[in-house]
């Protein structure tokens, strides 16, 4: 029999506070790495707040939904899975300290969404104006300011992540390899999708080895081993073609017979002794195109080895789609689905090299496409990525993974359906549009200056009430971040800095600037220039319309409905490893 539970607006606090505290053990510059133990003795040491979400296997309908938001934002953005819990936390409780109704906090979730909508995007333009900095991506040169403002932002990112020991070496790794494989003649979004989309297929993690060991390696790496033995070791320009199907299908068994010619002058052929003349012809076209490679996505038939390892060509089989997709794109070929009619501009690519790769007790096979013209192949490369243990592979996978999706979440664009030209908050010089690539000190910095223009410009907006309980609530991440004494402090010196420069002065006019984190905005020599770092403004204007979008979903639900089918969890919230 099915029972139902009404859901009051206290449960809903209750059950994300619950995860407030355990994100709150690893938030900020001082929080620590979390270690989960599974049944099967397996241990889990991480700093990834998805991660830690999903560890906790939880049972409960709502801190469920509210785990699959933080998954699906942290899939999309790779950054803001620990403050998208303390921020909905946070709003709920200002939202229960305001009213204890259900129905009054829903629809004080629906005015606070419909208020982010209208207003946060001329807010946070405004604040730009006044404060921030620009990333400045790289053309078809790097300069040392462009580098040097992309690896600020990844150290600050790494170091909430990984090991702070690390996080400047893994920076730096990650630069390199993020530049080795720009487009030509485009900006920085093209090549981040392209990474962010083939992740899978250009990294190998290896187990047991110390983290400084991590490196780039020329080419790609496919995550096989050769089925036929290679004597390519030292040969260059090798020509290779891609199957996804048996070369020859197997339509009778081996021991079959069947009658060939004219009813009247018939042989009878054995179907395994036919296959394997075919085969040879197969493998002889293809040498007669030079081709010594065959990379295939699933078994060949064992004549087909004997045959190719006869003629010296070499079989891999058995290699992933995300694999064998990468390495057509690279190549710009396509698979041969017709083993009789290889064209050699379509389905021939050209490697300049094609060898066997020990990594560890793994042997795999190193291939360097020759590319089309729109990649800059000559320094792509592929991340291998060590940690002593294979979850902290895993981990240091995903943050490599995460600080992609971080970089071009920061370097696109930030729309808004709904704008409002007439805002309170914009001006008459503002921008029209949330520029990408915009950057602002961390610490907390972002939610200052949000919360004193929220303040300072609430009477002039219809929603006045919505407009201070955001104000209020955005203040619980440098409230963590800076402890009680630095942030009181902190707080009034931005208050006293934007109410002095609330006329449209922007920072550059201003004899005392919010730039030098430590001394300006912060006022504590206790807290290091890395652990303030910088931020991206278009991935926290993503969270705080993630966060109330979650906030209005969960509010909604006024009834749980209690049932005896098992729900599977969802795929969205799944690492692209498991």
């Known amino acids: ?47 990834n707040g998805t991660r830690i979400l999903k560890a906790l296997q939880l049972q409960h309908p709502v801190a469920r939904m509210v785990v699959e938001c933080v998954c699906k934002h942290s899939a999309a953005t790779g950054d803001g899975s620990k403050t998208f819990v303390l921020l909905l936390a946070s709003l709920l409780r200002t939202i229960q300290a305001t009213t204890t109704c259900g129905e009054a906090g829903r629809a004080l979730a629906e005015r606070l969404l419909l208020f982010a909508r209208q207003e946060f995007h001329h807010v946070i333009v405004g604040l730009l104006r006044l404060y921030g900095g620009t990333l400045v991506w790289w053309d078809d040169f790097v300069t040392p300011d462009t580098q040097e403002s992309v690896q600020t932002l990844l150290v600050s ?29 485009t900006g920085p979004v093209p090549s981040l999708r392209f990474l962010n989309d083939h992740f899978s297929a250009l990294h190998t993690t290896l187990a047991g080895f110390p983290v400084g060991a991590t490196r780039l390696i020329e080419g ?53 002794a036919w296959m394997e003349r075919s085969l040879r012809c ?22 087909l080895l004997s045959a190719a390892t006869q003629a010296g060509m070499c079989v891999v089989e058995c290699i992933s789609d995300h694999e064998l997709s990468l390495f057509t794109h690279l190549t710009g070929t396509l698979p041969v689905t017709d083993c009789w009619k290889v064209e050699p501009q379509q389905h021939i690519a050209l490697l300049s090299f094609c060898r066997p790769l020990q990594l560890g007790a793994h042997r795999y096979v190193h291939v360097s496409p020759r590319g ?45 359906s709904c704008l409002q030209t007439n805002s309170p908050f914009s001006s008459p010089d503002s921008e029209a549009a949330l520029e990408p ?61 934007l109410a002095k420069h609330s006329h449209g002065t922007s920072l550059a006019q201003s004899e005392q600037s919010l730039q030098d984190p430590k001394v300006n905005i912060h006022g504590c020599k206790t807290i290091s220039e890395s652990d303030v770092g910088v931020e991206s403004v278009s991935c926290k204007y993503q969270l705080l319309l993630a966060v109330l979008q979650c906030l209005t979903g969960v509010l909604r639900v006024d009834t749980m409905l209690w049932t005896h089918i098992v729900s599977q969890p969802d795929a969205s919230c799944e690492d692209d490893e498991d």
């Open 1 to 47: 029999m099915t029972s139902w539970e009404r859901l009051h607006l206290n449960n809903v606090f209750q059950t994300v506070c619950a995860l407030e505290s355990v994100v709150l053990r690893s938030f900020g510059p001082e929080g620590g790495h979390v270690l989960f133990t599974r049944d099967t003795g397996q241990a889990l040491l991480t700093r």
């Open 157 to 185: 990112f790494f170091s909430t992540r990984l090991s702070q020991v690390h996080s400047d070496f893994i920076s730096d790794v990650t630069w390199k390899w993020i530049h080795g494989w720009s487009f030509t003649n």
């Open 220 to 272: 790609q790496v496919i995550h096989r081993d050769f089925s036929t033995p290679c004597i390519l070791m030292n040969q260059r320009l090798v020509k290779a073609v891609t199957v996804t199907s048996p070369l020859l299908s197997n339509t009778m068994d081996t021991g079959d017979v069947f009658a060939v010619g004219d009813i009247g002058g018939a042989s009878i052929v054995h179907y395994g």
């Open 282 to 303: 197969v493998i002889a076209n293809l040498q007669t195109l030079g081709v010594r490679v065959i990379l295939s996505a699933v078994t060949q038939p064992p004549a």
């Open 372 to 416: 089309s013209e729109e990649v800059v192949t000559s320094s792509s490369c592929s991340l291998l990525i060590c940690a002593p243990g294979e979850g902290q592979t895993d981990q240091y996978a995903n943050a490599f993974r995460d600080a992609v999706r971080m970089l071009l979440t920061a370097s696109t664009n930030a729309s808004e």
């Open 437 to 497: 690539g915009w950057l602002v000190t961390g610490g907390g910095t972002f939610e200052f200056i949000l919360s004193c223009s929220l303040l300072q410009n609430a009477a002039n907006v219809a929603h006045a009430d919505v407009a201070r309980l955001v104000a209020k609530a955005v203040l619980v991440v440098p409230r963590h971040i800076l402890g009680p004494r630095h942030f009181l402090e902190t707080q009034s010196r931005v208050a006293s800095f």
